[in-house]
C-alpha cells in the first residue's frame, strides 16, 4: 500500500481490505478460554450476511441460563493472530476472570461481523442524523454511508433476527436485565443507539472511545473534527435515552490522536445524562489518559467497564 497514504487512511483501507478478501474463508478465531461456535454467513431480511461469532465460556452447561453481551466489528473481538492489524479485544479472557472474580454472572458474547464498506451506514444512529443540517446530513448520507442509512436496519436484524437465533440455540436469559450491547468508536455509536431504540431488549450499553465526530477517519483529522454531527448525536440522546433506573450507561474516550476530538462531546454527554437523572449507579463517563484507539486500548479496561454495565442489580 502506498506509504504516502495518511495513517488513518491506511487503516480504513486495510480493513475493508481484509473484510473484502473471502471474510466466509476465515477460520474460527483461537480463544484463551472457552470456545467460539460460529453462525456463518447468517442471512438477514434487513442487511448482508455476515458471520456471528458466540463465545462459549470452558464451562457452558446448557443447564445454566447465560446473561448475553452483543458486540459489533465481531473480528476484531478474540485473536489478534486473525485480525488485519494483529490486535483483539481479548473479550474472552476478560469476561472469563470477571466471571471467575464473582463480578459477572455466567455469560456469553456474541460478536457481529461488520460488513466493511457498509460500516458507517449501519453504525451511525440513523434518526440522529434529523438533527443536523440539510448538507451535513446529505453529505453524510451520500459519501459515507454509500447512500443509504442503514442503522434501523442493522438494529432490526439484531432484535428481530439474531437475539432470537441465539436464545433458541443456546442458554440463555433472554430478558432485558440480562442483555447488553457494546462496541468501540462507531461501534460505540450503535450501541448507545440499540439501547435509545430498543430499550425494551437492552439492559445497559458501553461505548469505548464513542466516535462522536461521526465522519470516517478515512477522511482525515482535519475533515473528521466538526461540531454538527457531535451536536446531533446529542440532540438526539437528550431526546430518546431511556429513563434512569432500568438501565446502564457508559461511554470513555483516551487522551491521545482520534481520541483526543472527543473531548467537547464526551463532557456535554456527562452533563446530559446527569440532567437525565443518571446517577453513578447507572452511568459511567471516563478519561481514560494515556491510551488512544485501537483494540489494545480496549482491551485493557473492558473487564471493568463490562462489570459495571452488566453487573446484577
Known sequence: ???????????????????A??????????????RIE????????????RHVDVWLPADYDASRRHAVLYMHDGQ??????ATWNRQAWAVDRAVGAQVKAGRLRDTLVVGIWNHGPERYAEYFPEKALAHAPQAVRREYVEQASNGRSKADAYLRFIVEELKPEIDRRFATLPGREATFVAGSSMGGLISLYALCEHPQVFGGAAA????????????GLERVRNAALPLALLDYLSER?????????????????????????LALAAELLRDKGYGPRDAQTRVVEGTGH??????????EVLAFVMAPR
Open 1 to 19: 500500500m502506498d506509504s504516502t497514504v495518511a495513517p488513518g487512511r491506511r487503516r480504513w483501507l486495510l480493513g475493508l481490505a481484509m473484510t
Open 21 to 34: 478478501a473471502g471474510a466466509s474463508a476465515q477460520p474460527l478465531p483461537q480463544v484463551g478460554s472457552g
Open 38 to 49: 460460529r453462525l456463518p454467513d447468517m442471512a438477514s431480511r434487513h442487511v448482508a450476511p
Open 76 to 81: 476484531m473481538l478474540f485473536d489478534a493472530g
Open 208 to 219: 469505548l472511545s464513542a466516535h462522536f465526530v461521526g465522519r470516517p477517519t478515512a477522511w
Open 241 to 265: 435515552l431511556p429513563a434512569a433506573g432500568a438501565h446502564r450507561v457508559y461511554i470513555d474516550r483516551g487522551t491521545d490522536a482520534l481520541d483526543a476530538l472527543y473531548a467537547p462531546a
Open 294 to 303: 485501537s483494540e489494545t486500548d480496549w482491551a485493557r479496561r473492558i473487564g
